[in-house]
T-cell receptor, first 110, second 115 residues
């Protein structure tokens, strides 16, 4: 089975850089995804790492290291609108299901 | 309408009621999902429909009954629920041949309260 752990909460100020970690125990998966969910809103897809390394999309970057069973989402030049919950997810290789992490609530302060 | 829509957005029901949640996707996807989101818990996959066929039932109690009449519509029929079933119910869709695409598109959810 799969389990993905994330810090429950992270705080930062506007303009700062923050890293949200995702550590996992898995028997096999296709890749690591990240989703953002604002309060009262729907989760929205941010990024996907099929291979080890860094993927950059604007202010957001995502990293995966399969050998370390670890990934992270890096948010740069933080803005107030980035305050939201962030979830990592893996697609289980055995069941083909998307398994979500526990979620990290990011609060950005002025 | 664009994306994935869900109705109603909020629902309060008694334990003896019967209600249904509706989801519609306007993205031309071939897979649809129901998830349950409870406070401080990961998103829990409940059901997967791929090409209108149910491919996954994640050990969900029978008081939850899904229906997928076509690839654009998904229902979740509810009856004799328990207070612990109170949660946000999210519908999602993806274009995928296996039913587990890494990029899923979510609706805004239905906030369900069971009294």
């Amino acid at each position: 089975g799969q389990s993905l752990e994330q810090p429950s909460e992270v705080t930062a100020v506007e303009g700062a850089i923050v890293q949200i970690n995702c550590t996992y125990q898995t028997s096999g998966f296709y890749g690591l995804s990240w989703y953002q969910q604002h309060d009262g809103g729907a989760p929205t897809f941010l990024s996907y790492n099929a291979l080890d390394g860094l993927e950059e999309t604007g202010r957001f970057s995502s990293f995966l290291s399969r050998s370390d069973s670890y990934g992270y989402l890096l948010l740069q030049e933080l803005q107030m609108k980035d305050s939201a919950s962030y979830f990592c997810a893996v697609r289980d290789q055995d069941t083909d299901k998307l398994i979500f992490g526990t979620g990290t609530r990011l609060q950005v302060f002025p | 309408e664009t994306g994935v829509t869900q109705t109603p957005r909020h629902l309060v029901m008694g334990m003896t009621n019967k209600k249904s949640l509706k989801c519609e996707q306007h993205l031309g996807h071939n897979a649809m999902y129901w998830y349950k989101q409870s406070a401080k818990k990961p998103l829990e996959l409940m059901f997967v429909y791929n090409f209108k066929e149910q491919t996954e039932n994640n050990s969900v109690p029978s008081r939850f009954s899904p229906e997928c009449p076509n690839s654009s519509h998904l229902f979740l029929h509810l009856h004799t629920l328990q207070p612990e079933d109170s949660a946000l119910y999210l519908c999602a869709s993806s274009q995928d041949g296996q039913g587990g695409s890494y990029e899923q598109y979510f609706g805004p959810g239905t906030r369900l309260t069971v009294t």
